[in-house]
C-alpha cells in the first residue's frame, strides 16, 4: 500500500467514524422510540397528585396513567405489540437537564410553560391551568391579608420556582423562608402546622394533594387563599426541541379525550374549583 492510499484509507477511516454518530444525533424520538422499542420518562416524586410515593412508598400519579395511555397511542402509531417504559426521577434541579441532554424523551410533571433559554427544550401544549395562593390556618384567615404588603410575615416556598419569584416580586417586606429538595413542600407544610410559618406558597393544585396526603381538613382548619390564584400557569410536558414530529404527536394525545378523561379521576371532589379557576383565568385573559 503505497502513502496515498494510506491517506486515503485513513480518511474513510475518520469519515466513518465521525459520520456515525452525527446520524444518530439526528435522529428524532419517534424514530429511536421505533428502533428500540423503549419510551424514556422522568417523572416527579413529590408533586401530588402528578406524580408522587404513597403510603406504601409506590410512585403513583396522574402522570403514571397518562404515560400508560400515551405508550398504547405510540404502539399504535409505530406497529408495535410493545413498547417498555424507563422512569427517571425527575426533580426541580434536574428536569429540564433530563430532557436537554437526552437522557429522557419525556418529562411529565407541574412544569410552568416559559421561555428556557438555557436548555435545549421546548414545552407540549398546555395540559393544566394552576395558579400561585396560600395555604394558611383557617384561624389565621382574618389576620392574613393577600392584598396587603404581608410586612414580616413569615412565607414558606420553594426554592427556585416561579413562586419564588412571584411571591418576592408582590411581597418584598415578607420574610421569605426558603425549602428545596424533593420533601420541600412537605416539610414546608409541616412548618406551617408546627407555626414556625404563617403561610406556605406553591401552585393551587399542589397545595391541595399535599394537604390532602398530610390528612389536613381543607376548608376548616386549613384554608387556600386567595380564592382565585394570584397569576395563572399553564402547565405543559417538557420535550426536547426542534423535533415537530415528536411534538405534534405528544400534542395530538394531550388533545385526545381519553387523555382527558384519566385527568379527571385524579381531582374527584376539587374538580369543579378547578374548572372554576379556569374560567376566572380565561377571563382575565392570561390561560
Do not use: H
Not at 474513510?12 to 465521525?18: E, S, T
Not at 400515551?70 to 426521577?89: D, H, Q
Not at 397545595?207 to 400557569?233: H, R, S, T, W
Not at 387523555?259 to 374548572?275: A, D, M, N, Q
Amino acid at each position: 500500500m503505497n502513502f496515498k492510499t494510506r491517506c486515503l484509507t485513513i480518511n474513510l477511516i475518520f469519515i466513518f467514524v465521525f459520520i456515525l454518530p452525527l446520524k444518530a444525533n439526528s435522529e428524532t424520538v419517534l424514530e429511536q422510540i421505533d428502533r428500540t422499542g423503549l419510551l424514556r420518562v422522568g417523572i416527579r416524586e413529590d408533586a401530588v397528585p402528578f406524580g408522587y410515593r404513597d403510603v406504601n412508598g409506590d410512585l403513583v400519579g396522574l402522570c403514571l396513567d397518562f404515560i400508560n395511555f400515551f405508550r398504547e397511542e405510540l404502539k399504535e402509531k409505530l406497529n408495535k405489540e410493545v413498547i417498555a417504559i424507563k422512569l427517571y426521577k425527575s426533580t426541580l434541579f434536574n428536569r429540564f437537564n433530563l430532557v436537554s441532554d437526552k437522557i429522557v424523551d419525556i418529562e411529565c410533571g407541574p412544569n410552568t410553560i416559559r421561555q428556557i433559554a438555557d436548555y435545549n427544550v421546548e414545552f407540549s401544549a398546555p395540559f393544566f391551568l394552576t395558579g400561585t395562593q396560600f395555604l394558611i390556618k383557617g384561624d389565621n384567615q382574618t389576620k392574613f391579608d393577600p392584598n396587603s404588603s404581608l410586612e414580616n410575615v413569615n412565607i414558606g416556598l420553594l426554592r427556585n420556582t416561579t413562586n419564588q419569584t412571584l411571591i418576592m416580586q408582590n411581597y418584598p417586606l415578607a420574610n421569605i423562608v426558603e425549602f428545596q429538595g424533593v420533601t420541600g413542600r412537605y416539610r414546608g407544610i409541616q412548618s406551617l402546622q408546627g407555626d414556625k410559618i404563617q403561610a406556605f406558597a406553591s401552585d393551587g393544585i399542589l397545595l391541595v394533594g399535599e394537604a390532602i396526603l398530610q390528612g389536613l381538613d381543607l376548608g376548616q382548619d386549613y384554608i387556600l387563599v386567595p380564592k382565585f390564584p394570584l397569576d395563572c400557569e399553564n402547565y405543559g410536558l417538557i420535550l426536547p426541541n426542534n423535533d415537530p414530529e415528536w411534538l405534534a404527536f405528544v400534542n395530538a394525545v394531550i388533545k385526545n379525550n381519553k387523555s382527558k378523561e384519566s385527568f379527571y379521576k385524579w381531582f374527584g371532589v376539587v374538580l369543579p374549583r378547578i374548572e372554576e379557576i379556569e374560567s376566572f383565568c380565561r377571563s382575565q385573559g392570561q390561560s
